[in-house]
């Protein structure tokens, strides 16, 4: 079970998503004495934007691993680092580096920037979106056998078709060269697809990057909560 932290989420989503170093590292240990084993996030500039840049990177690396020793992963999404070439030269000039990164497949510049991560030592997980070519490209990629996992993300966030959109998702995906793959939704189709992935034996994550709800409509107060309503009995 995955906790993604934040995502791109920002202080106008609610004071419960941890933006700051500290509040990240106080979010992964609550979740992972939830439940939690490994966790997603997106460090923040001090405006609160996601960024790459390696101070941000190692300053938010540090806080969490103070408090857990689960694999903490980064995204590398095209958003905090539009240019291709830049978001490489910021991976090859981190300082700290996660256990592994996201790259969203259907980005310019996707093989690079996995390159870049693989060449540092670090896991990639492959970011198949919904709706996207990023399963094709993936399947036609040198790299495909040599990812982490694949993540499988639904981004229908359609309560009522999430869980039909992730089984086409799951479909197109494959054999996913090969790779473990972890199934997930977002906002509306987050539960449903959460459900879905137990049910056939796949890994999956939650958290405030996600969904800011609990599965009886609640919002949810932290991560933990939102990992405690996956895990309890």
Same mark, same amino acid.
């Given at each position: 079970?995955?906790?993604?932290? !934040? ?16 509040? +990240? ?6 979740? =992972? ?11 923040? *500039? ?9 101070? %941000? ?5 540090? &806080? ?8 903490? #992963?980064?995204?590398? #999404? ?9 978001? =490489? ?7 700290? /580096?996660?256990?592994?990164?996201? =790259? !969203? ?9 996995? %390159? ?11 970011? +198949? ?17 040599? =990812? /982490? ?14 869980? &039909?959109?992730? *089984?086409?998702? +799951? ?9 473990? $793959? ?7 189709? &987050? ?9 056939? #034996? ?10 800011? $709800? ?8 932290? !991560?933990?909560?939102? $990992? ?6």
């Amino acid at each position: 079970m995955q906790v993604c932290l !934040n995502g791109a989420r920002g202080a106008g989503d609610g004071a419960v998503v941890p933006l700051s170093p500290a509040a +990240l590292g106080d979010a992964a240990a609550a979740a =992972v004495a939830a439940g939690a084993s490994d966790v997603h996030v997106h460090p923040k *500039s001090p405006c609160g934007q996601d960024t790459l840049s390696p101070r %941000a990177v190692a300053a938010t690396l540090d &806080a969490i691993r103070s408090r857990v020793t689960v694999p903490v #992963g980064v995204t590398t #999404g095209a958003w905090a680092e539009p240019d291709p070439a830049a978001r =490489v030269a910021r991976i090859r000039s981190w300082t700290t /580096l996660p256990d592994h990164a996201s =790259v !969203n497949w259907h980005e310019e510049g996707a093989e690079e920037v996995a %390159a870049a991560l693989l060449d540092r030592g670090v896991g990639v997980e492959a970011g +198949l979106w919904s709706g996207t070519d990023g399963a094709a490209r993936f399947a036609a990629s040198p790299l495909a056998g040599r =990812v /982490l996992r694949v993540l499988a993300e639904l981004t229908d966030p359609d309560p009522g078709s999430a869980r &039909a959109s992730a *089984s086409a998702l +799951l479909a197109e995906i494959g054999s996913a060269g090969g790779r473990p $793959v972890l199934l997930h939704g977002e906002e509306g189709g &987050a539960w449903p697809v959460l459900r879905l992935a137990r049910e056939l #034996g796949l890994a999956t994550r939650v958290g405030l990057e996600d969904t800011l $709800v609990l599965p009886d409509g609640r919002r949810a107060g932290s !991560n933990a909560e939102l $990992v405690e309503a996956v895990t309890r009995p």
